[in-house]
Nanobody, 115 residues
Framework: QVQLVESGGGLVQAGESLRLSCAASGTDLPIISMGWYRQAPGKQRELVALISSGGSTRYEDSVKGRFTISRDNAKNTVYLQMNSLKPEDTAVYYC?????????WGQGTQVTVSS
């Protein structure tokens, strides 16, 4: 059973930083891509950043230059370094992994940015 366990969320002030981590377990299959999505109250879940097994990255426009996604393939772990946080970054952040043709989600971690 594949599990994604996220950590690193919390409450910070605008301008501060947080680092999210997501570790995948329960599989020996190659993880095609890993990424972070977020969902704010009353809004749809949206892509934040993706990273392929080869290291190619993709970012949502509003986080470019502030967030950095990285992964440790040996540990099946993906990270999201979030700098210069803004109140509009407040959301539940979800980890997502694509393993072969299956998509897995973490339970989510709350990020709250106060002004």
């Amino acid at each position: 059973q594949v599990q994604l366990v996220e950590s690193g969320g919390g409450l910070v002030q605008a301008g501060e930083s947080l680092r999210l981590s997501c570790a995948a377990s329960g599989t020996d299959l190659p993880i095609i891509s890993m990424g972070w999505y977020r969902q704010a109250p009353g809004k749809q879940r949206e892509l934040v950043a993706l990273i392929s097994s080869g290291g190619s990255t993709r970012y949502e426009d509003s986080v470019k230059g502030r967030f950095t996604i990285s992964r440790d393939n040996a540990k099946n772990t993906v990270y999201l370094q979030m700098n210069s946080l803004k109140p509009e970054d407040t959301a539940v952040y979800y980890c997502r992994a694509v393993i072969l043709v299956a998509v897995y989600w973490g339970q989510g971690t709350q990020v709250t940015v106060s002004s």
